[in-house]
T-cell receptor, first 115, second 114 residues
Framework: ETGVTQTPRHLVMGMTNKKSLKCEQH?????MYWYKQSAKKPLELMFV???????ENNSVPSRFSPECPNSSHLFLHLHTLQPEDSALYLC??????????????FGDGTRLSIL | DQQVKQNSPSLSVQEGRISILNCDYT??????FLWYKKYPAEGPTFLIS?????DKNEDGRFTVFLNKSAKHLSLHIVPSQPGDSAVYFC?????????????FGKGTKLSVIP
C-alpha cells in the first residue's frame, strides 16, 4: 500500500544529533498519528493530529516534537534521543467524523537506531 | 496493564486448514475492533473490523467474531494460505471523546505450512 509514505525507512543517529521523520498521506484523511513499536511491546500511540490540531500527547518526552503543517503531512522532530528510543516509528492516517467507523492506515515505518 | 491481549505469540497451521487467532479485552467501553496484518519490513495493513453492534463480520476468507459478554474476539481464516503467514494484531477503540485512539495487542505470528 502506498497511501501513507514514510521517510527515511532506516535512520541511525547519535544521541546528540537532530533529525526528522516525515510522513505523507495521499488518502484524503483528516487525522494523522505517530506510533512507536518497541521489541515485544504493543504499538504505543504517541501523538494524534485532527485537522492539523494536536489532540493527543500520550506523555511523550519533549525530545520528540511533532509537527503537522497540513492534513497530508506529519513530521516527528528528534533531538538528544536515548538508546531506549530505538524502535520502529509508524505513521498512520484515518478519516474522522461522518458517523462511520474508519480504520487507520499505516505507513511502512522508520526503523530508528540510537547509538 | 494491557487492555488488549493476544495470549498466543505464535500459531502454526497447515495450508488449507482453518487459522483461528484470538484476542481478549478488558475495557467494556471498547466498541470497535480491528485486525491488522503485518509482514516483515512493512507497516500493519488493515484486514477486517467489527462494530460492537454485530457479532460477526465476513470478508472473503476472513471472518471476525465478537463475543461481548466474554470480551473476546477471534479472527478465522479459511482456507489458510502460505501468503497469510504474518503477524496479526488485534486493536480496539472506545466510543466518545478520544475514540480515535486504538489500543493494540502484542500480536500473534501465524505460520501457514505448505
Amino acid at each position: 500500500e502506498t497511501g501513507v509514505t514514510q521517510t527515511p525507512r532506516h535512520l541511525v543517529m547519535g544521541m546528540t544529533n537532530k533529525k526528522s521523520l516525515k510522513c505523507e498521506q495521499h488518502l484524503g484523511h483528516n487525522a494523522m498519528y505517530w506510533y512507536k513499536q518497541s521489541a515485544k511491546k504493543p504499538l504505543e500511540l504517541m501523538f494524534v493530529y485532527n485537522f492539523k490540531e494536536q489532540t493527543e500527547n500520550n506523555s511523550v518526552p519533549s525530545r520528540f516534537s511533532p509537527e503537522c503543517p497540513n492534513s497530508s503531512h506529519l513530521f516527528l522532530h528528534l533531538h538528544t534521543l536515548q538508546p531506549e528510543d530505538s524502535a520502529l516509528y509508524l505513521c498512520a492516517s484515518s478519516r474522522l467524523g461522518g458517523g462511520d467507523n474508519q480504520p487507520q492506515h499505516f505507513g511502512d515505518g522508520t526503523r530508528l537506531s540510537i547509538l | 496493564d494491557q487492555q488488549v491481549k493476544q495470549n498466543s505469540p505464535s500459531l502454526s497451521v497447515q495450508e488449507g486448514r482453518i487459522s483461528i487467532l484470538n484476542c481478549d479485552y478488558t475495557n467494556s467501553m471498547f466498541d470497535y475492533f480491528l485486525w491488522y496484518k503485518k509482514y516483515p519490513a512493512e507497516g500493519p495493513t488493515f484486514l477486517i473490523s467489527i462494530s460492537s453492534i454485530k457479532d460477526k463480520n465476513e470478508d472473503g476468507r476472513f471472518t471476525v467474531f465478537l463475543n461481548k459478554s466474554a470480551k473476546h474476539l477471534s479472527l478465522h481464516i479459511v482456507p489458510s494460505q502460505p501468503g497469510d503467514s504474518a503477524v496479526y494484531f488485534c486493536a480496539a477503540r472506545g466510543s466518545g471523546a478520544g475514540s480515535y485512539q486504538l489500543t493494540f495487542g502484542k500480536g500473534t505470528k501465524l505460520s501457514v505450512i505448505p
